[in-house]
């Protein structure tokens, strides 16, 4: 038996994204942010997006081009600090942005990947970021109803792929990688390396190929992926 | 990795930042787990002896971290939450975000030591927005803070105005409700009790009265005497 190719030229798997779409987009800070793909859909122009990020990433990198291009409606973020634009996009009122908890954003593309409808928590149920959710009281405490996230499209960055989109992540490029990979109906994956099925040890595959629709191979890498100088 | 190539750095020197980040290493014990939050609290790292038997966490997805990189030897991998290039030590383990937080909110953080904009006496803590001005948004805060099992926060005494961040209530969105245990400035080291504020620990050469005109709120001052660091 021989495991089906999927392997996509960047322009081709990026075009399959619609105006309007809710996009997850992987990696914290640089490491395993898909650079590539993102500036392709800065390229193709895409409007009116949802991006579910943990990040903002920093001023002239990754979906900072997408948020000062004008092309993303709303930001599901946990953590924007470190890019002054996001911050001041949010303050201008041009970008809605909704802040999550982290492990929770976490736990809630995890639930939309695992076929879960959403996930019970204590987690800020006493603070303002309880507000408009529902609750649920269980044993005496009250409790947040945290809605499940799936998406149109994940963004995926690989250290190492096989063309069946068997994916393996380096050191902590791992992030929301593994979780978004499973959470989207259509999962494009960049890799730093392509190799034919056989490539990687099954031990070694961190997201199995199941759940990736396209695997793009980076010919190169650009400054964004390297060590930033701050 | 190995590691003899970095060193951590000594305690003390002048500048009053260092000592209070070199005082707040030393409430790391043998044998604890701690997350140390964005910004100050990260570069505590450095200042941890090398045989030190602990480990340190950062949410992004590691356990085991070393001393901070310089640009030169940095991987571009390998960085802590708040972006700091790291390192790893014999041991060290790398694990996607969901992991991450699994550990954080079953209880397995022994210690967290976070930022903040304002710490009230009650133990509450305002890190996360200063709405309409700078909402960066807490991150991992919320959870390290309702779930570590001790909670202290590294911040300066006073914001860059000179208005006291430790207060009778705090005014800004909360992060978490009642949680701080202790306080580390660069001018005293404060606990937060069911009595409010007490004064544990002074810098050199700051008076118990400069923390008190400092602090936004009653600080108890025991009668005994005051340990400097």
């Known amino acids: 038996m021989k495991l089906p190719d999927k392997s996509t030229a960047l322009e081709e798997a990026v075009a399959r994204i619609p105006d309007g779409a809710t996009v997850m987009v992987g990696g914290f800070g640089v490491p395993g942010t898909p650079f590539a793909l993102l500036h392709e859909l800065r390229r193709q122009g895409r409007k009116d997006l949802t991006l579910i990020k943990n990040d903002a990433n920093e001023a002239g990198m990754g979906i900072d081009h997408l948020l000062t291009g004008g092309q993303v409606r709303r930001l599901i973020s946990t953590h924007i600090g470190l890019n002054p634009n996001a911050v001041a996009l949010m303050n201008a009122g041009t970008l809605e942005v909704e802040f999550c908890a982290q492990g929770i954003l976490a736990e809630r593309i995890r639930a939309g990947g695992a076929g879960l409808r959403a996930i019970v928590t204590d987690i800020g149920a006493d603070t303002d970021l309880a507000e408009g959710k529902a609750r649920l009281e269980m044993e005496g405490q009250r409790l947040l109803v945290e809605t499940a996230l799936r998406a149109d499209v994940a963004l995926i960055h690989a250290a190492a792929a096989d063309s069946f989109g068997n994916l393996a992540y380096l050191a902590t490029a791992r992030n929301f990688n593994v979780a978004m990979a499973m959470a989207a109906d259509t999962v494009i994956a960049e890799a730093e390396t392509l190799g034919p099925p056989g490539c990687l040890a099954p031990d070694a595959v961190h997201t199995p190929g199941v759940f990736v629709d396209h695997v793009v191979e980076l010919s190169e890498l650009s400054r964004e992926y390297g060590v930033v100088r701050r | ?229």
């Open chain 2, 1 to 229: 990795m190995a590691l003899s190539d970095v060193e951590p750095k000594k305690p003390g020197g002048a500048d009053p930042r260092a000592r209070m980040i070199a005082r707040a290493a030393r409430e790391i014990a043998p044998g604890m787990v701690v997350n140390l939050g964005i910004g100050l609290p990260t570069r505590v790292v450095d200042y941890l002896p090398a045989d030190m038997p602990a480990c340190l966490h950062t949410e992004n997805g590691m356990t085991g971290i070393g001393p901070t990189r310089p640009y030169e030897t940095a991987d571009r991998n390998l960085i802590d939450a708040g972006g700091a290039y790291i390192s790893t030590v014999p041991g060290s383990a790398y694990f996607d975000s969901v992991v991450s937080f699994a550990l954080v909110r079953s209880g397995r953080l022994d210690l967290t030591m976070l930022g903040a904009f304002e710490v009230a006496r009650n133990g509450d803590l305002a890190n996360w927005k200063i709405p309409g001005r700078f909402s960066p948004g807490a991150g991992g805060a919320i959870e390290l803070a309702q779930k570590a099992r001790r909670v202290v926060v590294m911040t300066t005494h006073t914001d860059r105005k000179g208005n006291p961040k430790l207060l009778e209530r705090c005014t800004l969105p909360l992060t978490a409700r009642g949680h701080v245990a202790r306080i580390f400035t660069d001018l005293a080291v404060v606990d937060v009790t069911p009595q409010g504020f007490v004064l544990r620990e002074l810098a050199q050469g700051i008076s118990a009265a400069q923390v008190a005109g400092a602090t936004g709120a009653p600080l108890h001052i025991p009668d005994t005497d005051i340990p400097i660091f």
